[in-house]
């Protein structure tokens, strides 16, 4: 008796039925959209050594160069210059870098930050929940811009800066979100039971709320992203974003609107790489949502 | 009274009406209203009445969920709400709970070897290997295969997973547990099995049961002693024979009546009409008596309550 129930409850079986889930998730990730993901995050990573010119390199004589595709193209920029000559490819894949790490920062600090503070707000309720909620109603009631404007203008702009100024904001979204999800969580019975056996209340919140209310913050979390590339580009726009010279493909939209006729390149492609990135990251979060929920996958 | 292990005593939960710092709130609910009884070692105590009669609430406060307005639960003679430390970690051992919806009890994201290890990592800080040798111990102890500690509570029927309820309940070998409807959520096929299962375990391990439930044939085939419960208040308190025998309270003898017989061609019983009382503003002497078929006849209990009478202490 006792030797079966060793035998059979041994850690390969528990083990296994979690590396076979992780490994058969893994199988239905979404091909294209990792892909893009795994491009952009190997530009990010060493965009330096990729890139074929300096992306702050000036060229004033091949300014406004289109990509290669026009008579006038030429192979020496595949795609195309910017008014200053500066070459388009090279300023993509270093932008890769300030583009996605912003993001990636402000959702790891504001969203970390706001899904602790959703969860408390949610599981304690009363006095702390009211006063908590009260103050994400003020961060939220804040206009974003603005309010960026006067901070950046106050402590200087840089990388940093936007950081800070970005992540309360996320985080009184993710925080009103988590504690919704925590309110309707808090009721079920599993909870009421841990309680009953005496579980910490730490570990009630690690183990049973957070799990349940992640599929939440994923996709929260890489819808974000998307708006967050573009709340970048406008605070770059209006001068308070990552400071010029370093390229961040919002800056370079905001860049290229003035040629926008005359010359579309400059404008498109760091465009078509906010919506390849925003819209891969948006399926590669509905797979992870998928594949973290037990009754979605298959064993 | 041989061994009591659990004594409830005048305990009453009254719930604050709505409203808010603006408005004062409307008048309490009072849920529970002075229920007094005692569970005793090895025994199963049934408590029975209608959806709202507040028996669940009185289970929430034996499990700590909920604070009492007054009264007292002891346990082994110790006022459980006197308890800190290490005597509240041995309250929270001892008692557990088993609860009606298996598909709301069990967390979806943990493996069956979580929840029911759940209560030995807490308590006994059990680890590694010896942990999985309990847990497939408690599996088989419920008659579940311990190679479903891999699994998922989605992989499992209804029944399945009132028996994974169940062994995470007896894994800290508990005296005490508070079933409360546990098998009102599953296919009527398979709550004998589960019945069963819990009158076996009790048999086997000596545990005391605080039954819950509003169906009597369960009642009768589980229970010893029965309490019956109407809007906060105790009606009536019997051994099961003498209860399901002489029934003295004529809400007991409604309650019995409206039971459905398998057969068509016995009548049903004679039902009461009305309401139930609101226990916003509960009537005055025995809350039953605006329902009473012998309250039409003889005017009593409209002022007071009609005095405990009986054999049972």
């Known amino acids: 008796m006792a030797n079966t129930s060793m035998q059979i409850a041994s850690p390969t079986a528990v083990w296994a039925v979690r590396a076979r889930s992780v490994l ?16 952009f995050m190997i530009f990010a990573a060493f965009g330096q050594w990729i890139a074929p010119y300096s992306p702050v390199a000036v060229d004033m004589a091949a300014s406004f160069s289109p990509p290669v595709w026009h008579e006038e193209g030429s192979a020496d920029h595949l795609l195309g210059t910017d008014k200053l000559g500066r070459d388009i490819l090279s300023r993509l894949i270093i932008g890769a870098r300030v583009s996605l790490s912003l993001s990636l920062f402000v959702i790891g600090l504001g969203g970390g930050v706001g899904v602790v503070l959703g969860l408390i707000s949610g599981y304690s309720g009363g006095k702390v929940d009211a006063v908590m909620q009260r103050g994400i109603e003020v961060i939220l009631a804040m206009p974003t811009i603005l309010v960026a404007l006067v901070f950046v203008f106050a402590v200087g702009r840089s990388f940093e800066s936007v950081i800070l100024i970005l992540s309360p904001f996320l985080a009184a979204r993710f925080a009103r979100i988590v504690r919704g999800e925590t309110l309707s969580v808090r009721e079920r019975d599993f909870v009421a039971i841990a309680k009953v056996i005496g579980t910490p209340t730490w570990m009630i919140l690690l183990k049973h709320i957070l799990p349940n209310v992640f599929n939440t913050v994923i996709v929260l979390a890489t819808l974000e992203v998307g708006h967050l590339i573009l709340l970048e580009s406008s605070l770059s726009f209006l001068g308070v974003g990552v400071p010029p010279p370093q390229p961040a493909w919002g800056l370079m939209v905001a860049d290229g609107r003035e040629f926008l006729t005359s010359a579309y390149w400059i404008t498109l492609f760091p465009g078509l790489c906010i919506l390849a990135a925003v819209l891969s990251l948006n399926l590669f979060g509905d797979w992870l949502r998928d594949t973290l929920d037990p009754r979605r996958r298959q064993l | 009274m041989a061994n009591q292990l659990l004594e409830v005593e005048g305990l009453a939960k009254h719930f604050r009406g709505g409203g808010n710092w603006l408005s004062s709130g409307g008048d309490s609910i009072r849920a529970v209203d002075g229920v007094s009884f005692s569970v005793e070692e090895g025994e199963t105590f049934a408590l029975v009445g209608e959806s709202g009669c507040g028996k669940t609430t009185v289970a929430k406060m034996i499990l700590l969920l909920e604070q009492p307005t007054r009264g007292t639960i002891s346990f082994q003679g110790k006022d459980v709400s006197s308890f800190r430390g290490s005597g509240l970690r041995e309250y929270k051992r001892l008692v557990q709970a088993v609860f009606q919806d298996p598909y709301s009890s069990l967390n979806p994201r943990m493996q069956v070897m979580d929840i029911i290890g759940e209560p030995l990592r807490v308590h006994q800080g059990l680890r590694g290997r010896d942990l999985r040798m309990r847990v497939g111990e408690l599996l088989e102890n419920v008659g579940l295969n311990p190679v479903t500690a891999a699994f998922f509570p989605h992989q499992f029927s209804g029944g399945q997973r009132q028996r994974i309820a169940i062994a995470r309940a007896l894994a800290l070998r508990p005296r005490l547990i508070v079933l409360d409807e546990p098998v009102s959520g599953l296919d009527v096929s398979i709550r004998a ?13 000596g545990l005391s049961y605080l039954l819950i ?19 906060g208040k105790m009606v009536e308190l019997a051994t099961r024979d003498e209860f399901y025998g002489n029934t003295l309270h004529p809400y007991s003898n409604a309650l019995l009546a409206s039971v459905p017989q398998p057969d068509p061609d016995v009548p049903m019983g004679t039902t009461i009409g009305g309401e139930v009382a609101s226990p916003i503003n509960p009537p005055s002497g025995c809350r039953f008596h605006t329902r009473c078929p012998i309250y039409l006849e003889t005017n009593m209990c409209r002022e007071v309550e009609p005095e405990w009478r009986g054999n049972l202490s």
């Open chain 1, 24 to 39: 058969g998730g893994l199988r239905r990730a979404p091909k294209i959209p990792s892909l893009v993901l795994l491009v």
């Open chain 2, 193 to 205: 099995q589960i019945l069963n299962l819990l009158v076996d375990l009790q048999r086997d391990l």
């Open chain 2, 213 to 231: 439930s509003h169906d009597l044939a369960i009642v009768e085939h589980m229970s010893h002693r029965v309490g019956v419960m109407y809007v």
